[in-house]
Each structure stands twice: as structure tokens, then as C-alpha cells.
């Protein structure tokens, strides 16, 4: 590691949770330099639901680039971009009937954050945006203004402005509608709220700490929109193409958000590619307003098409990514059973789970354990305290079930570690 050390910039933060040189990938499998193999319940932040190196896709990008297919094309037309658009068209938006542009950004979802704030502010000559406690949109200006972890945003260096923070579902406890909240100073004049040109969230909070918003929250926010003339901008970089069961995550919730962000995933490949989906009455855009060198993927869109082709023509990986889904949150809630005097929780939906610790050491040391054990999985909350699996959605039953042992045992060891500590302190 000492060249990473002596040559790459302090910023660089993965490969501090996972010391070693990886070389290659396939499937759910990560492979070091050392020939040490790990099962990758991380997913490139959730980069890779089809897991690395897909066999299918990689065959169809191979063949595009040994044709001479375009790579680099700024915005023109392509027969990359064409085939993408028909297929996403016909695939995933014709049967769910949903009625969008697509607007192809910068290569991160940062980019397409940055698209869609500008697309509500724009259109509703409205400068206020309401974001939610936990959030997390980005670490360019407009999207840090939107993430509420003041870790990223006191790296700004500059105040983040035009962004109103209200509590998301459950924030001030189950009990709490926090819409009707939203409705009451959206209502009030002297609330010192300034009528936002849109509402922007995750429907699963992933850095945030696997936070779930439940659907009859979900359907009364829109509604709450809808009253106050405010755009609804569903930030689905994370929770989309496939992680909660369904392709777009607020499918099951039955609303169809004015803004729609994609990207990680989109590409099926671990290319970079992002896309706002917008309501067509609000693709007000002048020719090049919002452009950049890197607008849309040629070797993305060749990618992203066959996964729409291959994984989504029918239910049937849905419904398998519901079981594994079951799979999962069952075996993380045996483990809370397990350990019931500690108060610890499960929450996610699909294949994003998180087991909250309550304790950042506590899940720090259990992931620290698990990689050593081979298995790659994060943290993330507020405190680092929540443990989140986010392994490919193509894993294997046996490999899910492999990793959920090396974890349980990993769990266990910290656990006793961490009574063992408590004895000691209070003995």
C-alpha cells in the first residue's frame, strides 16, 4: 500500500475499511493481488446489481468496441443512445405508464442532482428546496446543500444555501407524521419557511442509515406537493434499478415523482452514467443550458440496454430479488433475536437491509471483522453505527447464505468482545 500512500490524495476513504490491493472480480466475488478471495456485500455502493463483470454484458460491450462503436460523442446521436432509448422506453416506462424525458447529465448522480435542482428552480422561479435529516444527494455545491450530514457539508468550504431541512418518516419517532408538519409550515406564512420550488429524498436513505419512508408517507408527501404547487424529486442513484425489488423504488408506494435521478446501477456495469427523468411539461431547457463533455455513456448505453433486456422483459428477477430480500432481512433479524438485551434493529427493504448497532465502534469492529473473515460490507449512519448489506442483486442463495455466516460469526466475536470490555470496565 505505500505507493497509494506516498502518491494518492488524504481524500481517498474505501480503501482505508479495506486494506488490500483487489486485481480482479467476477460475479459476487472479489479477488486481491494475493490471490485472497472476498464475497462483496458492498457492490460499489450499489453500483454493481448485476455483480462485477457480468458475463452477458461484458460479451455485448466487447462486441460494440471490437465494431468500432462510438465511445466519446458529447450529446450527438448515436445508435448506442437510440437503442438505449427505445429499449428503456418500451422495457420500463411504457408498462409502467410513466410519461418522462430524459435528460443524459455528467457521469455521477451528483451531476443529475445538480440537473434536477436546476430544472424545479427554473421551472417554479422558486429558490428554497426542502431536503430531509439524513439525507445525502452529493458532494457538489447544490447536491452538499441538499445532504444533511455536516461531515460533507463543512467541506464545502463555503455556507451551503437555498436548502430547508425537515424530519424524514420516523425522525421524531413512529408516532410522528413529519408531512403534516411539512404541510402546516408550507401553509403558514410567518413560519419562516420559504415556499420551496421542490421536495427532493431518497425513498430508502442509504448513507443516511438504511432509513425506509413508508408508503402511505410517501403517497402523503405527494399530496402535501401537490397542495403547495411543489415538485417531488425522488433521488434513486442507490435505491433504483432492482435494489428494493422493483426497478424504480417508489413503484409500490403508486406515485410518479415530477424528477426522477438514476444512475449507479443504471449502466449494469459499473460505468459511469446518469440520467434525470422529467415530466415533460417541465423540459424547459434552451439548446446546451445545462451540458458538459460527458454527457451520456456510448459504452454505458450498450451496457444498460442489454440489463434492461436481460433482467427486465418480466417479474421474474424482481421476484427473485424480493426472496433473496427475505432471505436477508430474516437471517438479520435472527441475529437481533439472538442479541435481544442490546436493543439493536433491522430496517431496509428488498436487497438494501441494515442492522443498526447503536454503537459506531461497535459496527466498525464487525465489519473491521469481516473483511478479515472475506466478506466486504460497509457502515453507514450518522454515527457509522448501522451495517448495511448491499451485495449484488445476482448473488447466489448459497453465496447470500455464506455471507450472512461470516457475518453473524463476526457479530458474535464483537459482541462478546464488546460484554467482555463492559465487564471488565464495570467490575
Not at 490471490?35 to 460479451?59: I, Q, R, W
Request: aromatic share 10%.
Amino acid at each position: 500500500m505505500i505507493v497509494f500512500n506516498q502518491l494518492e490524495s488524504n481524500v481517498r476513504n474505501y480503501c482505508r475499511s479495506f486494506p488490500t490491493v483487489f486485481k480482479k472480480a467476477q460475479g459476487s466475488i472479489l479477488e486481491d493481488e494475493n490471490g485472497c478471495k472476498y464475497l462483496d456485500f458492498f457492490s460499489g455502493a450499489g453500483t454493481l446489481n448485476y455483480g462485477h463483470n457480468n458475463p452477458k454484458l461484458k460479451e455485448r460491450l466487447l462486441d460494440y468496441i471490437n465494431a468500432d462503436g462510438l465511445v466519446h460523442s458529447l450529446d450527438m446521436a448515436t445508435v448506442a443512445k437510440k437503442e438505449f432509448l427505445i429499449a428503456f422506453a418500451e422495457i420500463i416506462l411504457k408498462p409502467r405508464e410513466l410519461d418522462y424525458k430524459i435528460q443524459f447529465c455528467g457521469p455521477t448522480g451528483t451531476n443529475a442532482i445538480e440537473a434536477a435542482l436546476k430544472i424545479a428552480r427554473n421551472t417554479t422561479g422558486r429558490h428554497n428546496v426542502i431536503s430531509f435529516s439524513n439525507s445525502f444527494h452529493g458532494v457538489t455545491l447544490g447536491s452538499l446543500a441538499a445532504t444533511a450530514n455536516a461531515y460533507y457539508r463543512e467541506a464545502s468550504g463555503i455556507p451551503t444555501i437555498g436548502v430547508t431541512f425537515m424530519p424524514y418518516d420516523g425522525y421524531l419517532g413512529s408516532d410522528v407524521d413529519t408531512t403534516e408538519y411539512l404541510d402546516k409550515v408550507l401553509s403558514d406564512r410567518s413560519s419562516g419557511v420559504d415556499l420551496p420550488a421542490a421536495v427532493i429524498l431518497e425513498t430508502v436513505q442509504g448513507e443516511g442509515g438504511v432509513n425506509v419512508a413508508s408508503f402511505s408517507w410517501l403517497r402523503s408527501l405527494l399530496k402535501v406537493c401537490r397542495k403547495h404547487h411543489v415538485l417531488l424529486i425522488v433521488d434513486d442513484v442507490q435505491a433504483g434499478c432492482g435494489r428494493t425489488g422493483t426497478f424504480f423504488s417508489f413503484e409500490e408506494a403508486g406515485i410518479s415523482p415530477d424528477l426522477v435521478i438514476l444512475s449507479k446501477s443504471l449502466s449494469g456495469f459499473g460505468l459511469p452514467f446518469s440520467v434525470v427523468l422529467i415530466k415533460p411539461e417541465l423540459d424547459q431547457w434552451k439548446p446546451g443550458q445545462h451540458n458538459g463533455t460527458f454527457r451520456g455513456n456510448n459504452l454505458a448505453f450498450v451496457t444498460a440496454k442489454a440489463a434492461l433486456e436481460i433482467y427486465w422483459q418480466n417479474d421474474c428477477f424482481s421476484a427473485s430479488v424480493k426472496e433473496k430480500g427475505t432471505i436477508l432481512r430474516n437471517r438479520l433479524e435472527q441475529i437481533v433475536k439472538n442479541n435481544w438485551e442490546w436493543d439493536f434493529s433491522v430496517r431496509g427493504r428488498g436487497m438494501i437491509q441494515g442492522l443498526d448497532c447503536k454503537d459506531g465502534d461497535l459496527a466498525s469492529n464487525i465489519a473491521r471483522k469481516a473483511f478479515e473473515k472475506g466478506l466486504v460490507i460497509e457502515t453507514c449512519g450518522s454515527k457509522g453505527q448501522v451495517i448495511k448489506c448491499l451485495s449484488p442483486l445476482t448473488i447466489s442463495e448459497q453465496e447470500l447464505e455464506q455471507g450472512l455466516n461470516i457475518l453473524e460469526n463476526c457479530f458474535t466475536a464483537a459482541f462478546r468482545s464488546a460484554v467482555a470490555v463492559t465487564t471488565m470496565h464495570t467490575g
